[in-house]
């Protein structure tokens, strides 16, 4: 795996014993505070239609951007095994694993920081 994320559902607790952490870190996909009041009030706004952009900041909003593609999955193959997720999320979410590589989060901090740095010239261009 040398660019992306991959969310990995480890029912077992083993994925990490198979894993290559020399080129990836494991997290967990923790919940956001507002997902669940979201998911609560999702009654055909574009949030659950999954039409925000939950891929802008790959470093964060996993649990929002994890739900939404398994609701997108769920909609367009009528996939028996993604409702039963949705349909149990808090059970399910704290056995899905992040993975990262290494590499990629490396990338994405250097883009940020470059980002951070050249905010101030656009403002300054008037941009």
Request: proline share 3%; charged share 35%; glycine share 4%.
């Amino acid at each position: 795996m040398s660019g992306g994320i991959a969310y990995v559902l480890d029912e077992d607790d083993t994925f990490a014993s198979r894993c290559n952490l020399s080129m990836v870190e494991l997290e967990p996909v923790v919940e956001e505070d507002d997902l669940l009041e979201k998911l609560h009030h999702r009654g055909g706004d574009v949030e659950y239609k999954g039409l925000i952009d939950v891929m802008s900041d790959m470093t964060r909003r996993d649990a929002e951007r994890l739900h939404t593609l398994i609701s997108n999955h769920a909609r367009f193959t009528n996939s028996t095994r993604a409702r039963e997720i949705l349909a149990h999320w808090k059970d399910y979410l704290p056995k899905f694993r992040k993975v990262m590589p290494v590499e990629y989060r490396r990338a994405l901090k250097e883009l940020e920081r470059q980002q951070e740095e050249e905010a101030p010239l656009y403002a300054a261009a008037g941009e």
